[in-house]
Nanobody, 125 residues
Framework: QVQLVESGGGLVQAGGSLRLSCAASGRAFSSYCMGWFRQNPGKERELVAA????????YYVDSVKGRVTISRDNGKNTVYLQMNSLKPEDTAVYYCAGRLAGPGTVLCTTEYDYWGQGTQVTVSS
């Protein structure tokens, strides 16, 4: 089992940058696919980016490609989401999520098992 704690959210002007961090406690962090989701009230939670166990494979939703980078440091049990050129439509609560994955799993885009508490990102126009 893994516990996830996000940090780094806040208020930023359009065009600005934020770096979200997700610290994981527990064992075998490198055995987990990791992802960042976002959600606004009344809307479905959306997968923003995902990263494989090793960090070698990533996924991005089309709306953030070229502006957002997901990365992980398995030595520090941490996954990051670097967000640049932020837009007001990026405003949401951002959640870190993890899923225990076998060595044959390249990337996880669904069925995450563990979630953080969320961190608010607000982009003003």
């Amino acid at each position: 089992q893994v516990q996830l704690v996000e940090s780094g959210g806040g208020l930023v002007q359009a065009g600005g940058s934020l770096r979200l961090s997700c610290a994981a406690s527990g064992r075998a962090f490198s055995s987990y696919c990791m992802g960042w989701f976002r959600q606004n009230p009344g809307k479905e939670r959306e997968l923003v980016a995902a990263i494989s166990r090793s960090g070698g494979t990533t996924y991005y939703v089309d709306s953030v490609k070229g502006r957002v980078t997901i990365s992980r440091d398995n030595g520090k049990n941490t996954v990051y989401l670097q967000m640049n050129s932020l837009k007001p439509e990026d405003t949401a609560v951002y959640y870190c999520a993890g899923r225990l994955a076998g060595p044959g799993t390249v990337l996880c885009t669904t069925e995450y098992d563990y979630w953080g508490q969320g961190t608010q990102v607000t982009v003003s126009s």
